[in-house]
């Protein structure tokens, strides 16, 4: 099972530098589909705060600012990716809610 999550987080870092390097470049629904993308992903593999972190990136890409808040999700992705516990999933929303505020 480890195997398994590890191919899934490596592909999931994957993803997420490849939308990071080209997030500029991409219009709001570009981003949003790539980030709903990462969150079914997620979700799939039980990767709570990663999960909940691409859910409200993805939300945020389709109001004014997008570009402002995909920077700072993306900025907490790799903690996300890391986080095992529900409390460690707040503080990653948290952290970002604080961000853009």
């Given at each position: 099972m480890g195997d398994s999550l590890d191919g899934v987080r490596n592909?999931?870092?994957?993803?997420l530098h490849?939308?990071?390097t080209r997030a500029?470049?991409?219009?709001p629904l570009d981003i949003?589909?790539?980030m709903d993308a990462i969150r079914g992903c997620a979700d799939q593999a039980g990767l709570?705060?990663?999960?909940?972190?691409?859910r409200l990136s993805s939300q945020l890409a389709l109001l004014p600012g997008c570009?402002?808040?995909?920077t700072?999700?993306?900025?907490?992705?790799?903690d996300a990716l890391a986080a095992r516990t529900p409390a460690e999933h707040q503080?990653?929303?948290a952290a970002v809610a604080t961000r853009l505020h």
């Amino acid at each position: 099972m480890g195997d398994s999550l590890d191919g899934v987080r490596n592909e999931l870092q994957q993803r997420l530098h490849d939308l990071r390097t080209r997030a500029q470049r991409l219009s709001p629904l570009d981003i949003h589909a790539r980030m709903d993308a990462i969150r079914g992903c997620a979700d799939q593999a039980g990767l709570h705060a990663m999960e909940g972190l691409a859910r409200l990136s993805s939300q945020l890409a389709l109001l004014p600012g997008c570009r402002v808040a995909t920077t700072a999700c993306l900025d907490h992705a790799e903690d996300a990716l890391a986080a095992r516990t529900p409390a460690e999933h707040q503080a990653i929303l948290a952290a970002v809610a604080t961000r853009l505020h």
